[in-house]
């Protein structure tokens, strides 16, 4: 009789372990508060309807006080995004940065003081996991606050086409 009880809450146990370690779930779409984005090269392409993005150039950005709620910048700018003059401005502007597509894992540079280019990062690093990499220069506390996103995994393998559900957790970490 004991070991039925047993073997029926291990057995239990077992299906509720496994229901759990699914991955299957769709990302829910972004539905927060209207956001305007600034972009470095070309727009991606969202699901959500209330994402605004706004085309600029870094040049513009270093020379203004742009209103965005962030800035991405594309994969094809990721090199001139670690030029100095660029890397010195990223401490200067209270804006959240967001790296799209960058294999130099959190950003295109390491060392903020001493930035080597994004093709020598990404050439040391090479980061296939993180699909987008952000960070925002905290002026209170002197130190900067990052994230990063990886792609959607399932059964152990990333699934590069669901771009979507990664572009709506970054927009919720902006609206924050």
Known sequence: MRNKKFITLFIIILIFLSACQTNNVEEVPYEGKALNIGVVGESPNIREENISFHNITLEEIYNSEPDFDAVFIMEDSLSEASKNKFVKMYKEKSLPFFFIGSKANTVPFRDMENPASYKEEAAKINDTDTYISGFIYNQDTN?????????????????????DEVYSSVFKVIEK
């Open 143 to 163: 130190e900067y606050d990052s994230w990063k996103f990886g792609y959607p995994v399932e059964n152990s393998e990333l699934q590069t086409d669901r771009i």
